[in-house]
């Protein structure tokens, strides 16, 4: 009788299993957000409307963007820091919401290494130099000069989380100090740098060129290591005797830690497939920014870099989260 009971057992499991496996939906069964921490309209809600159209049709399934602005970007990384890790909550990260605000935001309760695993990492954001048009400098050399034999420190104005730590690199790499005057966004920097009351600062492209084309103020050189399509006249700093300067907030989309494997590879593929999309990078650089695509551990190692390095420059500066 024991016998027949583990025989009738052993039938029953076995013709549960096919279904039990067959009942577990393929990733993704469902459309998928992607939580973009700013405010629709900007820069930023460009890039990630833009990957997150091109991810949903590798995928075969809609990847909406939510919008969840506030606190620099903050707001929107803690709620996907704690949301489900099943794949179907993504986060558009950048230099700023990852690498800096942890350092610098005494409020911020998500770590950037262990609460976040990058997927993929698009772009980087092309900066500026710029001084005003008073400034006897037209390149970089000329810039560091000027500030070497200025007796008075140079004026530079730093807006926003990214920038103060972009301004700091190029200090250390010129072996020359700014006088650091605080603002509280771009907009504000740049115009001040314009109106001819600062000296100097760095910003994204698409800030600069309006006022550059106006002959407001003066580019002396451009952030990325290959000039923009943009602003073609404008050499790299790296072209002027600093090799190898590159400083850009970049942009990718992460997962919350402890996605299954499976859901982390189809969304490396999918990625993977829109980093060789011509289109996918034409747009991007329309956007300003420099298509720098790094997916699956090459992010992952790039971005533990990053990390690393503005944790480095955050000592340096001697700042402490606030």
């Known amino acids: 009788m024991k016998a027949w009971r583990l025989v009738l057992s052993t039938i029953f499991m076995a013709a549960l299993t096919p279904v039990s496996l067959a009942a577990e939906p393929a990733y993704p069964a469902a459309p998928v957000k992607l939580v973009v921490p700013f405010p629709p309209g900007g820069p930023v809600d460009s890039v990630g409307r833009l990957l997150a159209n091109k991810l949903g049709s590798e995928l075969g399934q809609p990847v909406y963007v939510d919008n969840k602005g506030g606190a620099g970007g903050a707001i929107g990384a803690q709620a996907v820091a704690s949301s489900a890790p099943n794949g179907y909550t993504l986060l558009l990260g950048s230099t700023a919401t990852i690498s800096i605000l942890p350092l610098i935001n005494a409020s911020v309760r998500y770590d950037a290494d262990g609460d976040f695993t990058p997927v993929a990492i698009a772009a980087t954001g092309v900066q500026i130099f710029v001084v005003n048009t008073k400034v006897p400098a037209s390149n970089i050399p000329e810039l560091i000069a000027y500030a070497r034999r200025k007796k008075e420190p140079v004026t530079a104005a730093t807006g926003g989380s990214a920038n103060p730590f972009f301004i700091a690199m190029f200090e250390r790499e010129a072996g020359i100090r700014f006088l650091h005057v605080p603002y509280k966004g771009t907009g504000p920097s740049l115009a001040d740098v314009a109106a001819g009351h600062v000296e100097f600062t760095v910003a994204d492209t698409s800030a600069v060129l309006p006022l550059l084309k106006a002959g407001q103020v003066k580019a002396?050189?451009?952030?990325?290591?290959?000039?923009?399509?943009?602003?073609?006249?404008?050499?790299?700093?790296?072209?002027?005797?600093?090799?190898?300067?590159?400083?850009?907030?970049?942009?990718?989309?992460?997962?919350?830690?402890?996605?299954?494997?499976?859901?982390?590879a189809r969304l490396q593929a999918a990625l993977e497939k829109v980093a060789r999309d011509a289109d996918t990078n034409a747009q991007l650089q329309q956007l300003g920014l420099a298509p720098s695509w790094s997916v699956g551990e090459a992010a992952v190692r790039n971005v533990r870099k990053e990390n690393a390095k503005f944790r480095t420059l955050a000592g340096a500066m001697d700042l402490k989260p606030q």
């Open 220 to 264: 002396l050189g451009i952030s990325s290591l290959q000039r923009s399509p943009l602003a073609p006249e404008v050499p790299t700093i790296a072209e002027q005797g600093l090799p190898g300067f590159e400083a850009g907030g970049w942009f990718g989309v992460f997962v919350p830690k402890g996605v299954p494997a499976n859901v982390y």
